[in-house]
């Protein structure tokens, strides 16, 4: 059964700061996996998405890799912003199938 | 451009009371699909789906039924309301290229059994 965890649950930094949010996932075997951005009382707005066969996805100052091997990716946030702070989820969809699996998410603070 | 539409934003029910919730998108999306969030477990898959006139089981479908309307519409109802279905409802959306599309996202019902 896949699973997909983030680390850290929580991440408090200062305003200008580069940041790494990580998320593994137990089944290699994945169609796509996409980072979304969660506000306080709203629903996920989709920030990349990327392709089992590909390495990376940049933008603006968002670059999300994928390592399918390892069961590993990260979304790389530069210069960070006050108005960067929010609930950032990750999450796999699954081969053969309809199932996007989902991790808890990492709440960002950026503090100004 | 709305997106994905979701009826009602909140609701309170008593236990064994029964309610639908609603959803539209007008993206001309063949996929559609019902998560449930609860603090600290991510997003549950209820029911999704995959085309119009066709349904399929989650992860966490029982107590629920859904029902695909139409090509826009995809509705979630709750036959006998308990409290461990108190939840944010999340609909969502992809296509028409299907897979490898992004999921769009509904902005929640609030749902709280007492």
């Known amino acids: 059964k896949q699973e997909v965890t983030q680390i850290p649950a929580a991440l408090s930094v200062p305003e200008g700061e580069n940041l790494v949010l990580n998320c593994s996932f137990t089944?290699?075997?994945?169609?796509?996996l996409q980072w979304f951005r969660q506000d306080p009382g709203k629903g996920l707005t989709s920030l990349l998405l990327?392709?089992?066969?590909?390495r990376e996805q940049t933008s603006g100052r968002l670059n999300a890799s994928l390592d399918k091997s390892s069961g590993r990716s990260t979304l790389y946030i530069a210069a960070s912003q006050p108005g960067d702070s929010a609930t950032y989820l990750c999450?796999?969809?699954?081969?053969?199938?309809?199932?996007?699996?989902f991790g808890a998410g990492t709440r960002l603070f950026v503090k100004a | 451009n709305a997106g994905v539409t979701q009826t009602p934003k909140f609701q309170v029910l008593k236990t064994g009371q029964s309610m639908t919730l609603q959803c539209a998108q007008d993206m001309n999306h063949n996929s559609m699909y019902w998560y449930r969030q609860d603090p600290g477990m991510g997003l549950r898959l209820i029911y999704y789906s995959a085309s119009e006139g066709t349904t399929d089981k989650g992860e966490v479908p029982n107590g629920y039924n859904v029902s695909r309307l139409n090509k826009r519409e995809f509705s979630l109802r709750l036959e006998s309301a308990a409290p461990s279905q108190t939840s944010v409802y999340f609909c969502?959306?992809?296509?028409?290229?299907?897979?490898?599309?992004?999921?769009?996202f509904g902005n929640g019902t609030r749902l709280t059994v007492t």
């Open positions: 969502a959306s992809h296509g028409p290229q299907t897979l490898d599309s992004p999921l769009h």
């Open positions: 089944d290699s075997a994945i169609y796509n």
């Open positions: 990327i392709q089992s066969s590909q």
């Open positions: 999450a796999v969809r699954e081969t053969g199938g309809f199932k996007t699996i």
